[in-house]
């Protein structure tokens, strides 16, 4: 692995693929633990999330269903606070145990407002959520991150689904900003 150049930033190798596909392996098959008994719809939170989510699946050894949505509170390397939401949820998930599968996270912000969007709208028997990433240090929010594969310190990573202005989404590998931390 070697370090990237995206637009005006370099990133530094921080996780290989193969590390990556074992921490997914071990979140899928705990997550099976809880729901071996019931059919749970895994609702993708795009874009960053479509690596992750592909490969828990191809791991997850259980009956399921599969949802998107897709919402943005990034610009750049910054969150913007505001969560917006570009696409509505593919599936009626009323009555339904929920597992948000998001990429990363760090403020929480996103999940507040997908909260409260489920609640107040899908009314699911159940919500919990299942991340790739989390970064302890930053998260602001009370609710519970139900299932995390691996906590990072607050530096901006990309790859492995996650983008900087949209590029890097490709790199199979997880790099992180190389000049260190991002404030949020």
Do not use: W
């Amino acid at each position: 692995m070697e370090s990237v150049k995206i637009h005006d930033k370099t990133f530094v190798p921080y996780l290989k693929h193969n590390e990556l596909q074992e921490v997914i392996k071990e979140l899928a098959l705990k997550v099976y633990e809880d729901y071996k008994d019931e059919v749970p719809v895994f609702v993708g939170v795009l874009n960053g999330v479509i690596m992750f989510f592909s490969d828990f699946l191809k791991y997850y050894p259980g009956k399921c269903e599969i949802a998107f949505l897709q919402v943005s509170s990034y610009t750049g390397t910054q969150s913007t606070g505001i969560v917006y939401k570009k696409m509505d949820l593919t599936k009626d998930v009323e009555g339904r145990h929920i597992i948000l599968m998001e990429d990363i996270v760090d403020t929480g912000n996103t999940l507040e407002s997908l909260f409260e969007y489920f609640k107040n709208t899908q009314r699911p028997k159940s919500l919990k959520v299942a991340s790739l990433l989390m970064k302890p240090e930053v998260f602001k929010n009370r609710f519970p991150i139900d299932y995390v594969a691996k906590e990072i310190p607050n530096k901006f990573v990309l790859g492995y689904g996650l983008d900087y202005d949209e590029l890097g989404r490709n790199l199979p590998d997880l790099y992180q900003l190389e000049d260190g931390r991002i404030n949020h």
